[in-house]
C-alpha cells in the first residue's frame, strides 16, 4: 500500500513538472479509455491509468524547466552509482555466502558420512587382527571397542541437527568407553610382551627346574608318609610320635624350599599355589603329631626307652622330662619306682583328617602345574612370534584411530572448519559498508518531481541493511534458515529498486533525457 502511495504522489509530480508548474491537465473523455500498459510500460503511467482513469497522459511536448531538468540529470547520475556499487556489494556478499560450504548444514551431513565410513574401516581391521591363543582376546577387545563406537557415530550421522549439540553426547560417551577397552587390551599386550622376552623365557625355564626339584622332594616326602603309616601298627607311642616328628622335620625343609622359590611377575602366582598348599600340609602334620598326649605308668619290669627328641623339647599336652630324667633309669630322682612315657592320641580320626589335607594339596599341586604349563606356553617362541605380530598390527590400527579421534576433534573444536569468528567479523564489516550506502540515498534530492523515487530508493536501502543487521545477530553455522529472513528482504529491496529504475527510465524517455553514464 505505501508504494501504491509513493506512486501516486510521484504522478502528481510528473504532471506538475510537465505543465511548468501552472495549470491542470484536461479532463479525458469516459468514452476514451486508457491505453493497457505492456511490459515497457512506466510504473508511474500504470499508477496513473488505474488510479485516475479519467486523467490523459502528460504531454510529452511540455518541456521541463532548466532546473527541473538538472535535477532530473543529477538524480539519475547518483543513482547510477549507488545501483553501480549496490551491485558491487552484492558480488562481494555473494562471495562470502559461497565461501561458507564448510558453514553449510550439508558440509556437516558430508563429514558425518565420512567419520562413519573411516570408523567402519577401523572396525573392519580390528576383525582381521590375528586371533592366535593368547591374543584372541586382546582382538576381542578392540572388535567390541570399534564397534561401539562405530555404532555411536553411525547414530550421530542419522540424528544430526543444528539445534541440538546434545547429539554429539552419545559420541563422547561411546568413545571413554571404548577407550577404557583399548587401554586394558594395551595393559594385557604389554604383560604378554614382557612374558614373551629371551630374558623371560629364560627366568620361567630356571623357574620350573626349581619346581620340580621341589615336588621331587615333595613326593619323595609323601613315600615317607605312606610307609611310616604302613608301619604304624607294629609301632609303640613313642615311635609314632617319633616317626610324625621326623616327617614334620622333613617337610619343614620343603616349606623352606617353596618360600625361596625365584618368583617374579611372571611366576608368582604359581608360587602362591604352593605356598597355600605346603603351609596347609605343613599345619596339618603339625596338628597330627601335636594331638598325642604323654602319659606316665609305673614300670614293674624295663620300661620302654624314650627317643632322645623328647628330652625337653615337645609337651603335646601332658608333661616333659625334667633335667636330668631318663626313660630308662630304673628308678626316678627321689628313688621312686620309674614310670615310662607312652602317648595316646586324643582323636582316632586325626589321620584321616590330614589325608584329607593331603588330597586338597595335590589338588593345588595339580593347578601350580596347569599355571605353569600356561606359562611355559605363553613365554614360548611361538607365543613371541604370535604376540610380535599381533602387537604390530594393532599399532598399525590403533595409530590410525588416534588419527581419527584427532580428526574429529579437530572437526567439533572449528566447527568443521568453519570459523564463527572470521564469519561474523566479515559479515559485520558487509553490514557497515551498506550502511553507507543507505546513507548516500539519504543524500540524494528529489524535489517536488523526483521525492516519491529517492523515498523508495531509501525505502530499498534500508529494508536491505534493517536485513544485514538482523543477519549478523542472529547469523550461526549450520543452520539452513538463518538467511531466510535476510533474503526476503533483499528480494523485497530489489522490487522497489526496479520500481525506482522504471520510475526513473519513463520520466528520462518521457522528457527525452539521456541517460546519464555513473
Known amino acids: 500500500m505505501r508504494l501504491r502511495l509513493l506512486l501516486v504522489g510521484l504522478t502528481a509530480a510528473l504532471a506538475i513538472g510537465g505543465c511548468g508548474g501552472t495549470g491542470t491537465a484536461p479532463l479525458a473523455s469516459k468514452e476514451s479509455p486508457t491505453p493497457a500498459p505492456d511490459i515497457e510500460a512506466t510504473v508511474v503511467a500504470e499508477v496513473q491509468a488505474r488510479l485516475q482513469p479519467t486523467t490523459p497522459r502528460v504531454p510529452s511536448g511540455v518541456p521541463l524547466s532548466p532546473d527541473a531538468r538538472a535535477g532530473v540529470v543529477d538524480f539519475a547520475t547518483s543513482h547510477g552509482q549507488i545501483v553501480r556499487d549496490w551491485e558491487d556489494f552484492h558480488v562481494r556478499l555473494d562471495a562470502w555466502r559461497d565461501a561458507l560450504t564448510a558453514c553449510e548444514p550439508g558440509s556437516v551431513e558430508v563429514a558425518l558420512r565420512g567419520f562413519a565410513a573411516s570408523i567402519g574401516a577401523l572396525a573392519s581391521q580390528a576383525g582381521r587382527l590375528p586371533r592366535s591363543v593368547g591374543v584372541a582376546g586382546l582382538a576381542d577387545n578392540l572388535i567390541v571397542a570399534t564397534e561401539f563406537e562405530a555404532e555411536a557415530i553411525r547414530r550421530l550421522r542419522d540424528g544430526w541437527r543444528p539445534d541440538d549439540p546434545t547429539v554429539f553426547d552419545g559420541v563422547d560417551l561411546a568413545r571413554s568407553a571404548a577407550l577404557d577397552l583399548q587401554r586394558e587390551a594395551q595393559d594385557v599386550l604389554r604383560d604378554l610382551q614382557a612374558k614373551t622376552t629371551d630374558e623371560s623365557r ?7 627346574g626349581s619346581v620340580d626339584d621341589l615336588n621331587f622332594d615333595w613326593d619323595t616326602f609323601r613315600q615317607n608318609y605312606d610307609s611310616f603309616r604302613a608301619q604304624e601298627p607294629d609301632l609303640s607311642s613313642t615311635e609314632m610320635v617319633a616317626g610324625l616328628s621326623g616327617l614334620v622335620d622333613e617337610f619343614r625343609d620343603i616349606v623352606v624350599t617353596v ?8 611366576t608368582r602366582g604359581v608360587s602362591t599355589i604352593l605356598a597355600q598348599a ?9 596338628n597330627l603329631r601335636g594331638t598325642f598326649r604323654k602319659s606316665e605308668v609305673v614300670a614293674a619290669g624295663p620300661v620302654e626307652e624314650a627317643p632322645d627328641f623328647l628330652g625337653g623339647e615337645f609337651g603335646f599336652g601332658g608333661e616333659t622330662l625334667g633335667p636330668g630324667e631318663s626313660f630308662s633309669d630304673p628308678s626316678g630322682p627321689s628313688g621312686q619306682p620309674a614310670t ?15 589325608d584329607t589335607q593331603l588330597a586338597r594339596s595335590n589338588s593345588l599341586r595339580r593347578q601350580a602345574v ?8 605363553e613365554t614360548s617362541k611361538d607365543a613371541q612370534a604370535a604376540v610380535g605380530q599381533y602387537s604390530e598390527q594393532s599399532e598399525v590400527l590403533l595409530a590410525e584411530w588416534r588419527q581419527f579421534h584427532s580428526d574429529y576433534d579437530d572437526w567439533r573444536r572449528t566447527e568443521g572448519g568453519c570459523d564463527r569468528l ?26 517536488t518531481l523526483l521525492g516519491p523515487l529517492r523515498e523508495l530508493l531509501v525505502e530499498a536501502a534500508e529494508l536491505e541493511e534493517e536485513g544485514l543487521r538482523d543477519l549478523r545477530n542472529t547469523w550461526r ?13 533483499r528480494s523485497s529491496a530489489a522490487r522497489l529498486l526496479r520500481q525506482v529504475a522504471v520510475g526513473l527510465d519513463s520520466l528520462l524517455a518521457q522528457y527525452d533525457i539521456p541517460a546519464p553514464v555513473p
Open 202 to 208: 629364560a627366568r620361567v625355564g630356571f623357574y620350573i
Open 259 to 266: 618360600r625361596d622359590l625365584p618368583a617374579d611377575d611372571v
Open 278 to 286: 605346603a603351609e596347609a600340609e605343613d599345619l596339618a602334620l603339625r
Open 340 to 354: 615310662a612315657a607312652a602317648f595316646a592320641p586324643r582323636d582316632p580320626t586325626l589321620f584321616d583328617a590330614f
Open 370 to 377: 596347569q599355571v605353569m604349563a600356561d606359562i611355559s606356553d
Open 422 to 447: 572470521k564469519a561474523t567479523g566479515t559479515l559485520a564489516q558487509l553490514t557497515s559498508d551498506f550502511a553507507a550506502i543507505t546513507r548516500r540515498t539519504r543524500d540524494v534530492t528529489g524535489g
Open 477 to 489: 553455522p549450520f543452520d539452513v534458515q538463518v538467511h531466510n529472513t535476510f533474503e526476503g528482504r
